[in-house]
């Protein structure tokens, strides 16, 4: 898979591509990031990317030349029968996700566009982009950090890039619910033991007491989740167990109120 990053500020992912997972499966040639400055692309002394707004309006916009010429240029050299899927990032976009990081998983290339001041020149978007991706309801100075999550978020599903400790799937969202918690050594941190379940070698009680973890944390934090997670009987048997603790229900009580 490969992945074009053009930015006005390529040295931010010196460090990100270099270290951890991302450095390492670069390394190994598992995916391919290429960082092209569209500064590159301008055609005057200064190098100038940049424009104040038609209308009036604080900031500046990001001109569409420049610009263009870039995606172009990342376009056509592309790999022969491949098109690659190009993104805008831009916190007026698509809200990115887990689902949508399997699907960019399954590209062959995919063009990362990083805009920065009030944005790009909309005719730019019009013409040459086929998606507009936004990282979440705040806003940042530019779309590096987006990019860079996408990329993490998308090479971690490809094969090798995880190592054989580490797994992607049982991660949060993978099977709709957020994970459960995880505890390493010592046994007890200033007076707070491991529970006790995941001493006890049982891997029946441990997948148990995991999937309830899994289910009551997604209730309690995000329960919009659950109207499309996949549960099973059991599964529902918990959430209302807990839904009939959460109400101060007993047994007796909990039948007199279903009554
Ligand atoms: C200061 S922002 C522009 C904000 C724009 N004026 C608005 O209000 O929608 C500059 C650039 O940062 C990036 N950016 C900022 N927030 C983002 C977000 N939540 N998701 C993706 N990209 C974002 C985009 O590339 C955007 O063009």
Redesign the pocket.
Known sequence: MRFDVLTLFPRLFDAFLVESLIGKALARGIFEVRVRDIRDFATDRHRTVDDRPFGGGP?MV?MPEPLGRAIDEVKASASAGVKPLTI??????RRFDQETAVRYAGQEHVIL????????DERVSRTRIDEE???????????EI?AMAVIEAVTRLLPGVLGKEESAEEDTFTNGLLEYPHYTRPRVFEDLPVPEVLLSGDHEAIRAWRRRQSLVRTRERRPDLLHSAALSDEDREVLLAFEAEAWGLGGDEKDEADS
């Open positions: 900031g990001m805008l990032l831009s916190p007026t976009g566009v990083c805009g920065r001041y009030e944005g790009v991706l936004s990282l979440g309801d705040f806003v940042l100075s530019g779309g987006p």
